[in-house]
């Protein structure tokens, strides 16, 4: 079955660390994306790729960093730089990264600094 | 500035009573407009989509929404909630120009009582 694969579900981290958080496709999109959940925020946007080997900042980038190096790849690091973390993480796709493009989900990293 | 805004944080109906939620928008242009739902812990689906035509749109799960120019609103309506149907629900749109972001709203938690 085609879809999107987020790990790890939950993810525990030091402070000071950084920490990759995986997310995979096999749906054949071009587009992909990092949104950070927060309660009562809704989903804000952190990095987004339209293509191989390029990737744009979002509207909360400081602290995170990604690559693009395959199309069904786009891990999220999560780096010390990061003041708050903690958070519930989304990645997406989506077919060709146009503006009327459904997105579909994985299934979200929770991850939790201590 | 461009924006979502879904004034009800939290819903509580009645199983089997008809169910509205808001979404309100602020964009120069008709944008796509979507609603998506997410069950506790997990990602999003979307629930259906507008961009144009007929502006009562069905989607999946047995929810439409009616688009109204005038009100500058994308309202999620359901005849007869289903206790499945308790989750979040995300009102979000994309630009018909210029970038790809989607921006998302806060989000309305729907609660189903017996």
């Known amino acids: ?114 | 500035a461009q924006s979502v805004t879904q004034p009800d944080i939290h819903i509580t109906v009645s199983e089997g009573a008809s169910l509205e939620l808001r979404c309100n928008y602020s964009y120069g242009a008709t944008p796509y407009l979507f609603w998506y739902v997410q069950s506790p812990g997990q990602g999003l689906q979307l629930l259906l989509k507008y961009f144009s035509g007929d502006t009562l749109v069905q989607g999946i799960k047995g929810f439409e929404a009616e688009f109204k120019r005038s009100q500058s609103s994308f309202n999620l309506r359901k005849p007869s909630v289903h206790w499945s149907d308790a989750a979040e629900y995300f009102c979000a749109v994309a630009p018909p120009t210029g970038g790809f972001k989607t921006i998302f709203g806060a989000g309305t938690r729907l609660f189903v009582k017996a």
């Open chain 1, 1 to 114: 079955d085609g879809g999107i694969t987020q790990s790890p579900k939950y993810l525990f981290r030091k402070e000071g660390q950084n920490v990759t958080l995986s997310c995979e496709q096999n749906l054949n999109h071009d587009a992909m994306y990092w949104y950070r959940q927060d309660p009562g925020q809704g989903l804000r946007l952190i990095y987004y790729s339209q293509i191989v080997n390029d990737f744009q900042k979002g509207d909360i980038a400081e602290g995170y960093s990604v690559s693009r190096e395959k199309k069904e790849s786009f891990p999220l690091t999560v780096t010390s730089a990061q003041k708050n973390p903690t958070a519930f993480y989304l990645c997406a796709s989506a077919k060709g990264g146009g503006r009327g493009d459904e997105q579909f989900f994985g299934p979200g990293t929770r991850l939790t600094v201590l």
